[in-house]
């Protein structure tokens, strides 16, 4: 199993229009990637301009070969790309505990 963590502070002034497609990313993501087991936006509770995605998938090729080339990943880069606050962070890792099953 394979997960993506991102961390994101988003301009206030977009905050509206960036949750609903970072929801509508998410929810295709679920819907319509076979390897996408989980996909979750997080509000940090101190700060409602802060997410973090915590994206699990079945391994990396799930992640690298489908997820980012899916029309709906495609639509939301470009919709949000001038509402980030400061550039996006990432991690990536295989899990180690629980045992992923695949």
Not at 8 to 17: A, G, K
Not at 31 to 52: K, M, Q, S, T, Y
């Amino acid at each position: 199993m394979y997960v993506v963590i991102v961390d994101i502070h988003i301009n206030p002034q977009r905050r509206t229009e960036f949750v609903a497609a970072m929801v509508e990313n998410a929810r295709l993501s679920l819907r319509d990637e076979p390897g996408c087991v989980r996909f979750d936006v997080v509000e940090d509770e101190a700060d409602p301009n802060h997410l973090i995605l915590y994206e699990h998938y079945t391994d990396r090729p799930a992640f690298e070969n489908d997820h980012l080339k899916r029309p709906h990943f495609l639509r939301w880069r470009d919709t949000v790309r001038e509402w980030h606050a400061t550039p996006p962070q990432s991690w990536k890792g295989t899990i180690l505990y629980p045992a992923g099953e695949s």
